[in-house]
């Protein structure tokens, strides 16, 4: 093959791995072709999107297998163990981590046939699907039946339910509607031993342990998700939204924080820093601007946005209507800027960190500027995306075009990762880890978590046969 | 050159998107392979340009596995780009090397030998006007669809002169598989027989028909010098200007809206338009208007794999089979004959159930 791999080589699989797969999941089901190979190749980790455009890939699978059924995994994964061939699952290939890149010649585990509406529990406002189903058709099945899952990610057109779950996912409208480990009342998982864990849905349980917060976060490495039921809610039949400028981000954030303190529950709560508010709203320019959209039902809807419109104003916060709400949802899916940068030569990604409010501010102030010292960069921009009554997300993108790529990427997560864990932050707030964030990882967890980690991979998966080198590295 | 140089910026930015549109591409849909999503389609069109793929059948194939609908244009983030010219650049250089699927090869020989892709058929010019209504190569074998189409025609009591049939076609089915000189041929012909009927409209049961014979004969520098018009915009016109007379009867009704008419020609409301004045009851699948998925085409047409274009079909019957309608119903003569197993209706066979005469 003509493609260049980079950090680690396509595998040689046994004959009798082939065969064996190929009865399970059929033959047009198992792939070795080279559109395949190359298909599956990469995740939406933005710097290997940057090197693909001249043929150079991260890896490339050894083959891509599509079942149909968890049966047909359990099969999959006992005959993986059986002639110790890593797998790599892959949902919608939308991670920007590398969690879904194929190294140390795995095969590809393509989740994407797996994509029914399975049930619908009206009474209990619940709904179970399979994991292959992409967040799209998972919302337009829903809303076609009057409901929504409340989890709408700016990947939501290209990324899984499964995926969600693996990743620890959390979606723009979540200070109201939850994180996907709110949402997930049940799954069916594949164990690396090819066993099938079916977690029932309930509203909650007290039996240990919570066994499918493994999973949560678990990036493919401890099971793979195959099924899960979701809460669901009922279309809003009201939304308020509102926009004020406020005259600094300390500001903003100490609205938004006795907003929450004063249970008002916006869906979208987002602060944007001069710099992205220049670019979304022109109109408006370099000022710091925060939207607010509520929605449910009327009447509790009316009074959220009241306390909102209150404790803004008390602030000091200036109304600028609906207009900066409506271009932001309007906008938010596109991610078109990134690849025209990449095209001249620019390096671009993203940075997701949490914190309390007592670190939020300082957080930004710390992580824009050491990431705008870093040689080559073009811009750092910043707006707090998710919220709690704790604190917040931290979203950050940059943009550089920098002599050695490579280095400039990594100096930039490096600045990146300092600034948050010295505001005590967390290092990822819902992107994961994959493969890029590991080095980072003991910063995060300490010795003994990483060691913790690393123990319940080695006991689920002595072999390392799942998602090999990525979360931990754990196993064989 | 520096068209050129635009166009390959173009599909570089498709080729590094996040696939922003896939969900709604019929034949990522139909079989879950990411392969055949838009923005993996972009990078191996963008690979093969720059000649690092080896496997050159492997690739050409997969340019026919494209049901080209326009669902991943219509919802792409980028203004201004159409994948569907790359995938059919692709599927020209395979023509010009012989490399197309049989499915096609078929297609398109029985093309050359009658100049349609049906077959030996008798050509028809009847009736006399200043409008024409062209049957088109889908419709020209559907007998209820043509007798609905004569009954509602005559109530209408305007002039109208019918033609098709023989070795008219617009040559969408050369188009697609890639043969431009057999295509443009059969655009000339056309424009001939055209100006031979001496009409100053044209109205097409087929949305293909009309994307062709506008959109795509400007490509190729032909130019029709008639109004040309998609039938459900013509019977919306007819109700509206009150010309044909209607009986209503409460009846739910499921609309497929053809892929064509959705994306390129966004003509989704006028079918819509066209149910509601006949007073049935619309029930709409999840997938409509412009979320609708393709229904996979004749064999040979869009999709050259047989296989995934039943794949295609399946996804959509089982999308429209959940509506539980009393009557199905499209504004494409071949939707209707891909979904027969759900006794899809053409909107003319609708409309003349329903129509009566004016008094």
Same mark, same amino acid.
């Given at each position: 093959m003509k493609v260049k791999t980079y950090m680690s080589q396509k595998g040689i699989l046994p004959r009798g791995f082939i065969a064996r797969v190929r009865q399970i999941v059929g033959n047009e089901h198992f792939s070795q072709q080279e559109g395949d190979l190359i298909s599956y190749s990469l995740d939406y980790w933005l710097y290997g999107v940057f090197l693909s455009q001249k043929g150079d890939l991260p890896a490339l699978p050894s083959a891509v297998i599509s079942p149909a059924s968890a049966a047909q995994i359990q099969e999959i994964v006992r005959c993986a163990g059986q002639y110790k061939v890593p797998i790599t699952p892959f949902g919608g290939g939308s991670g920007v981590l590398g969690g879904a890149i194929p190294l140390n010649g795995s095969v590809v585990l393509n989740l994407q046939r797996m994509s029914k509406f399975l049930n619908l529990d009206e009474l209990s406002l619940v709904a179970e699907f399979e994991a292959g189903i992409m967040g799209a058709n998972l919302e337009l099945e829903l809303n076609h039946l009057g409901y929504s899952a409340g989890n709408i990610p700016q990947s939501l057109y290209c990324s899984t339910l499964g995926g969600w779950i693996s990743t620890r996912a959390a979606g723009q409208f979540s200070t109201k509607y939850g994180k996907i480990e709110d949402m997930v009342l049940g799954m069916e998982v594949v164990l690396p031993d090819g066993n099938l864990l079916n977690i029932r849905p309930v509203p909650r349980r007290s039996v240990g342990p919570s066994l499918k917060d493994l999973f949560l976060g678990g990036e493919g490495t401890l099971g793979i998700v195959t099924r899960a039921t979701i809460s669901i809610h009922p279309l809003p039949r009201l939304t308020i939204k509102q926009s004020f400028i406020f005259p600094s981000i300390e500001v903003a954030v100490e609205v938004v924080r006795q907003v929450l303190r004063a249970e008002a529950r916006p869906a979208v709560v987002r602060i944007f820093d001069e710099a992205e508010s220049g670019r979304y709203f022109p109109n408006i320019g370099r000022k710091v601007v925060t939207i607010f959209i509520s929605e449910g039902e009327t009447e509790y809807t009316n009074v959220d946005a009241r306390v909102i419109r209150r404790i803004s104003r008390q602030n000091g916060g200036k109304s600028s209507g609906e207009e900066p709400a409506n271009i932001w949802l309007q906008k938010r899916?596109?991610?078109?800027?990134g690849p025209v940068l990449m095209q001249y030569g620019g390096i671009v990604d993203t940075i997701e960190v949490s914190a309390l409010f007592k670190d939020a501010v300082g957080l930004y102030r710390d992580m824009v500027a050491g990431m705008k010292a870093v040689e080559g960069t073009l811009e750092v921009s910043g707006h707090y995306s998710h919220f709690y009554r704790e604190g917040a997300c931290l979203y950050i993108t940059f943009a550089g075009i920098p002599k050695d790529p490579l280095r400039y990427y990594q100096d930039t997560w490096d600045a990146a990762m300092k600034a948050t864990l010295q505001n005590n932050g967390s290092i990822s707030h819902h992107h994961g880890i994959g493969f890029w964030r590991i080095q980072y990882l003991e910063q995060e967890l300490g010795a003994s978590g990483v060691r913790l980690l690393k123990s319940i991979k080695s006991a689920l998966d002595p072999e390392g046969i799942l998602n090999r080198g990525k979360l931990v590295d754990g196993g064989r | 050159m520096a068209e050129d140089k635009k166009e390959t910026e173009k599909i570089g930015r498709c080729a590094m998107c996040a696939d922003m549109c896939k969900y709604s591409c019929p034949t990522y849909l139909a079989t879950g392979r990411e392969t055949l999503s838009p923005q993996k389609m972009a990078r191996l069109i963008v690979y093969h340009e720059k000649g690092l793929l080896e496997d050159r059948k492997d690739f050409l194939d997969l340019m026919f596995q494209s049901a080209l609908c326009g669902a991943c244009s219509r919802h792409?983030?980028? /203004? /201004?780009? /159409?994948?569907r010219r790359f995938i059919h650049k692709a599927r020209v250089k395979a023509f010009e090397s012989g490399a197309i699927p049989e499915d096609v090869k078929k297609r398109v020989e029985t093309f050359r030998k009658?100049?349609?892709?049906?077959?030996e058929r008798k050509p028809i010019d009847k009736g006399a006007g200043d409008i024409g209504y062209f049957i088109s190569c889908s419709s020209y074998k559907d007998e209820d669809l043509l007798r609905a189409t004569e009954k509602m025609l005559s109530k209408s009591g305007l002039a109208i002169r019918r033609f098709g049939g023989g070795d008219m076609c617009c040559g969408a089915p050369l188009y697609y598989a890639g043969d431009m000189e057999g295509f443009k041929r059969a655009s000339l012909k056309m424009k001939a027989e055209v100006d031979t009927k001496q009409v100053g409209k044209i109205v097409i049961d087929c949305p293909t028909c009309v994307k062709t014979m506008t959109e795509t004969y400007r490509d190729m520098w032909v130019e029709l010098d008639v109004e040309i018009m998609h039938t459900a915009q013509f019977i919306e016109t007819l109700l509206k200007q009150g010309k044909l007379g209607i009986k209503k009867k409460k009846r739910t009704v499921t609309l497929h809206d053809p892929c064509i008419l959705s994306y390129d020609l966004a003509l989704s409301s006028a079918p819509r338009e066209i149910i509601a004045t006949l007073g049935f009851s619309l029930k709409e699948p999840v997938y409509s208007g412009d979320q609708t998925h393709c229904c996979g085409a004749a064999y040979g047409a869009k999709i050259g794999d047989h296989r995934l274009k039943d794949a295609v079909t399946s996804r959509r019957l089982n999308e429209l089979r959940s509506t539980a309608a009393d009557i199905y119903v499209t504004a494409c003569p071949t939707c209707k004959s891909v979904l027969s197993e759900i006794n899809m209706k053409y909107i003319t066979e609708l409309v003349a159930e329903r129509v009566i005469a004016k008094r």
């Open positions: 899916f596109d991610i078109g800027l | 792409c983030i980028y /203004d /201004d780009y /159409d994948l009658f100049g349609n892709p049906n077959g």
